[in-house]
């Protein structure tokens, strides 16, 4: 098995008077695995309403306050922003956005429509020369409108007292986006996943009207969010690093001072070589926390298999509390490790 990425941050917090909390960033396996035969990948757009919905369409962009072609510049924003984060990804040899094909959802807005048949996947992939279809199911945007005034104080001018009364227009517009992944050689949905974020625009000004206009930037900003969404979307494929927290005894001899010591300044290999020493003390509790501590050195040391033997001892032979719980967590490593190491070949 090939080592984690292991890179140990700060051990700094003091648990109990005979444990210290250490913190260690893992790298994390992506969220979502794809075959290694998928090389070619296409990204079509589902959001565009049927005519069956359109009316619901119309409907909902009166009530929202949204702009003219908002949800469909928004959507090809974030189209636009996975293509070009999957073409970051090393993985993929060619990635293809389908514009030429008319994709359209049956389905409410901001609702995951029923996916396409296995049969449409198949004969878009194999006239567009694609082994998966990464598709925008659903974009929608939700828009509301708050106003407000307030008093700044009153200002003289020419002699004449004016109230300060400022208004204030905010809106804040949630931008909703749903994605699949059709995989057509497995015939399954590799992922299904939904992502809403808001974006919120003030405008003030001596009158309604001025305070409004200050909202003009508002379409820009929606836009750069759906473009950010489609990249936050293709890191779905990209590990990911994750902080975590381990604990390890402090007391117990002389050596389990100097050894906290030692880690504290970062010097845990000096401080492994101490435990290492007190895992044939004759004291039992001694022995048994010793043996424990070699299990989180080497799994700072990125050596899981070699951490699991130690944990496993020091609760079969020790009874170490924290042991049994730590052997469950790193038998769920050494899994996560398998798949991580998967998805890097």
């Not at 996916?115 to 279809?133: F, M, N, Q, Y």
């Amino acid at each position: 098995m090939k080592k984690a990425l292991f890179i140990l941050l700060i051990s700094s917090v003091l648990v109990s008077c005979k444990m210290q909390q250490l913190y260690l960033s893992v790298l994390e396996p992506a969220p979502v695995t794809l075959s290694r035969e998928i090389k070619k990948v296409g990204v079509i757009n589902r959001s565009v309403p049927t005519d069956e919905t359109k009316i619901f369409d119309v409907i909902d962009k009166a009530l929202s306050l949204e702009g003219i072609d908002l949800d469909k510049d928004g959507a090809e924003q974030a189209i636009q922003g996975l293509s070009t984060e999957l073409l970051n990804n090393k993985r993929f040899d060619e990635i293809k956005t389908l514009t030429d094909i008319d994709f359209r959802t049956p389905s409410l807005m901001g609702i995951f429509p029923v996916p396409l048949s296995w049969d449409i996947v198949d004969k878009v992939c194999r006239e567009t020369g694609s082994d998966a279809l990464f598709a925008l199911e659903f974009y929608d945007t939700d828009t509301k409108l708050r106003y407000s005034t307030y008093d700044e104080g009153s200002k003289e001018v020419l002699g004449i007292k004016i109230p300060g009364i400022v208004h204030k227009a905010d809106m804040e517009t949630i931008v909703k986006t749903g994605w699949r992944i059709y995989d057509p050689a497995r015939r399954i949905i590799a992922d299904e996943y939904n992502h809403h974020e808001s974006v919120v625009y003030s405008g003030t000004g001596v009158t309604p009207l001025v305070a409004v206009a200050g909202l003009i930037g508002r379409k820009d900003a929606v836009k750069e969010v759906s473009n950010k969404a489609g990249h936050g979307y293709a890191f779905r494929l990209i590990p990911y690093q994750l902080r975590v927290m381990r604990d390890y005894f402090v007391k117990g001899t002389n050596n389990f001072k100097i050894a906290r010591r030692k880690a504290q300044v970062g010097k845990w290999n000096e401080a492994g070589e101490l435990w290492a020493q007190e895992t044939t003390n004759p004291k039992r509790k001694v022995a048994g926390r010793a043996t424990y501590n070699m299990a989180i050195i080497n799994e700072i040391n990125g050596d899981l298999n070699t951490s699991l033997q130690w944990a496993q001892k020091a609760w079969e032979y020790y009874r170490i509390r924290p042991a049994l719980e730590y052997v469950r967590i790193l038998e769920n490593r050494m899994l996560k490790t398998d798949i991580l190491n998967e998805q890097q070949q």
